[in-house]
């Protein structure tokens, strides 16, 4: 195999980490530095941030391996306004560009979609960003993700912006769920 090709395969197996869900568990650090209310649900904390009648709810990524150049972001995106909102784009210093994207089955082969128009986020609905669906694609890593990072980013809606943090869980975690009932 040449180094070309083994290189690739390290990239295309770091994107496969990136995406497919396995399960693990992490703490979010220091809450209190964050604008953010916090609440309890089922038993879970969960982060909000909020810009007007849009809210935004446990924002997460997984640890990448270290050569990795690509991670995802997962995060809810509750709308309580009358009035639909469109999600269209997100940046993050420690990314060259972040992007929406989706996961769609095309002839029985899992393939994955840059969205540029966005994603509507329908009035009184919520839209999940998760593992397998759609999801936030950093591209082109500063440095790789750590369990325990915070990872900046803004997300871009049509109504204004909203800066947040993801908490980066263990490589291969199945949800943001931090499993724990509190901090």
């Known amino acids: 195999m040449r180094i070309r090709d083994f290189t690739r395969s390290i990239a295309a197996l770091a994107l496969v980490f990136a995406i497919i869900p396995v399960s693990a568990f992490a703490h979010h650090n220091n809450p209190a530095e964050h604008a953010v209310e916090e609440g309890v649900s089922d038993s879970h904390s969960s982060l909000h941030y909020s810009i007007g009648d849009v809210h935004v709810e446990t924002p ?50 899992m393939q994955m979609r840059h969205m540029a128009d966005g994603l509507e986020i329908p009035a009184g609905e919520e839209v999940v960003l998760t593992p397998g669906g759609y999801h936030l694609m950093l591209i082109g890593l500063e440095a790789p993700l750590s369990e325990g990072d915070l990872v900046p980013v803004t997300l871009q809606f049509e109504g204004g912006t909203v800066e947040v943090e993801l908490t980066v869980r263990a490589m291969g975690a199945s949800s943001g769920d931090n499993g724990h009932g509190g901090h």
């Open 60 to 109: 997460w990524s997984r640890a990448t391996p270290p050569t990795a150049n690509v991670a995802a972001g997962y995060l809810t995106i509750r709308n309580e306004a009358d009035a639909s909102d469109r999600f269209i784009g997100a940046s993050s210093p420690s990314a060259q560009r972040v992007e929406i994207h989706t996961m769609d089955m095309v002839n029985d082969v």
